[in-house]
């Protein structure tokens, strides 16, 4: 029999604030695809127990437009509560409110992570009802006792296992994914914030057992440090800021083939739309943006705003006084 050999990650890929990629090459797990909402893994079989396994993971809104998820995407199935389940009267209320699923989820997240205090390597039965009992928990814990809250709630919502690829070496961890119809599976890890995991994250078809070991080839840069934060956790926000850009002079100089709106923000994200009377910007992110009017590529016009989420703003940019070619 083929002696099972330590998991052997190698980045190749970097990107900034969490919303970047990865590369990995992966021995003694079985990484599977995925593809949901701010999340991709795409793996492909080398042989003999190895994997090429990319992830790529993004944080626009959760309501930005979202391509269709592939793979496991039905929430059937995942309701199911275990027999003699109680929700903590804290969060009573929170279950029964119907209407507002990514509102009560919210809430069920913070509570989890403020309540249940993360003991790593404790020895104790790791099933929803004990967490909830002791309130304490390895990540494993943590997961299960937010999805059966979740789910409490009336929310399809599954735990999902892998590793976790930390700055002292690959881990094996837990954490779920909820379902919000047309935002489809959505992934969540309590131990970091609300609605992210980062390209560190590999999703595999059971927990990893054995020894792990990981040879860096580069960097993964996932500071979450420019989202914004709920209960002291950074966030991926539900609905997002909209942008609106009114460029005068377009019409009469004859420009707008000339002309390009580039909208710079958090974590390195940048749009580019080519100049027209109006442009729209939606679905962005909490936080300081540039907008820059560029001319034949050089910057003509540039300003910086602070959007907050729900912000719907105008914006008026003259182009300069040239004449047109």
């Not at 979450?224 to 609106?244: E, M, Q, T, W, Y």
Request: net charge neutral; glycine share 10%.
């Amino acid at each position: 029999m083929r002696r099972p050999l330590p998991l052997l990650l190698v980045f190749l890929a970097v990107g900034p604030l969490g919303a970047g990629s990865a590369t990995f090459v992966v021995d003694g797990a079985r990484p599977v695809a995925r593809a949901i909402n701010g999340y991709t893994q795409e793996v492909v079989s080398l042989g003999e127990g190895r994997w090429l396994v990319h992830v790529a993971t993004e944080l626009a809104p959760l309501r930005a437009p979202q391509e269709k998820t592939q793979g496991e995407d039905s929430p059937a199935g995942s309701l199911y509560v275990p027999p003699g389940f109680t929700v903590p009267s804290a969060l009573e209320e929170t279950v029964r409110r119907p209407g507002d699923p990514f509102g009560t989820a919210e809430r069920v997240l913070r509570w989890v992570r403020e309540q249940i205090r993360v003991v790593e390597n404790e020895r104790v039965p790791q099933d929803a009802i004990s967490v909830l009992r002791r309130r304490s928990a390895r990540c494993s814990g943590l997961a299960n006792a937010a999805v059966a809250l979740l789910r409490a709630a009336g929310l399809p919502a599954r735990p999902v296992s892998g590793i976790l690829v930390a700055p002292e070496g690959p881990i094996p961890h837990r954490w779920l994914e909820v379902h919000f119809g047309e935002a489809g599976w959505v992934a969540s890890d309590p131990t970091i914030g609300l609605w992210v995991i980062t390209p560190r994250h590999v999703v595999c078809a059971a927990p990893a057992v054995g020894e792990l070991s990981v040879v860096v080839r580069g960097i993964v840069d996932d500071d979450l440090a420019d989202l914004p934060r709920i209960g002291g956790a950074p966030s991926r926000p539900v609905d997002g800021a909209v942008l609106l850009v009114h460029l005068s002079g377009v019409a009469e100089r004859g420009m707008g083939d000339r002309g390009t709106v580039v909208l710079s923000g958090p974590g390195g994200v940048r749009h580019r739309k080519n100049a027209s009377t109006d442009v729209r910007f939606g679905a962005l992110l909490p936080g300081l943006w540039r907008l820059r009017l560029e001319v034949d590529g050089t910057v003509v016009r540039a300003v910086s705003l602070r959007l907050a989420e729900g912000d719907v703003r105008s914006l008026v940019l003259s182009y300069p006084e040239m004449e047109a070619s």
